[in-house]
């Protein structure tokens, strides 16, 4: 865990020397809204909501074609009471993306599929021990912007991670 940390560590500070060598096009950050998919109990637990940080770095390689790199964690954990018991998901990850973007005068549409490593942390009452699951997993989905000036979007996307969790964001872009 330690080592994930710090690896994603390194990479924001890579990404943001990057940026003074104009390997990044633009940033963003949003507040996502976090369902749970398929839950490691067996109950109905589809309606019950978290939120999640979710920042994004992207680079344009080609005209209408971008490569993103993306990191969400939970802010507050999807919680579940049934009985005595309260069930509890906390949920991160770190994706690298493929968009194709598709700019409709100030309106953008973009389609985007990626590799995510994602961490599943999952507690039945909080005396006992965290259920952790680690896996890299595919993950998609489609957003859509408004360019409001040159440099300034306004966002939401939404994101599925293979089974687990997804995500609908919404949020604020800045292109250098």
């Keep these: 865990m330690k080592r994930i940390l710090s690896g994603f560590l390194l990479s924001c500070s890579l990404l943001t020397h990057a940026y003074a060598e104009s390997y990044i096009d633009y940033v963003s950050v ?7 998919q398929d ?8 309606d019950e909501k978290g939120v999640a940080v979710v920042l994004n770095a992207g680079k344009m ?3 209408d074609i971008a490569l993103e790199f993306e990191g969400s964690a939970s802010i507050t954990k999807p919680e579940w ?12 990850s770190l994706g690298l993306y493929g968009a194709y ?6 309106l953008s549409i973009k389609p985007r599929l990626g590799l995510v490593y994602e961490n599943i942390k999952s507690t039945i009452n909080a005396a006992q021990k965290p259920n952790d699951t680690e ?4 993950s ?4 859509f912007s408004y360019q409001f000036t040159e440099n300034y979007a306004l966002y939401t996307n939404y994101t599925k991670f293979e089974d687990d969790i997804n995500h609908l964001t919404f949020g604020a872009e800045y292109k250098f």
């Design 101 to 106: 973007i598709w700019r409709i005068n100030n």
């Design 39 to 46: 839950p490691d109990i067996d109950l109905n637990l589809e």
């Design 135 to 138: 896996d890299i997993a595919l």
């Design 61 to 63: 390689l080609y005209s």
């Design 140 to 143: 998609g989905g489609i957003g």
């Design 81 to 92: 009471k049934l009985g005595e018991e309260t069930y509890e998901v906390d949920f991160w």
């Design 30 to 36: 949003g507040v996502a809204m976090q369902t749970l």
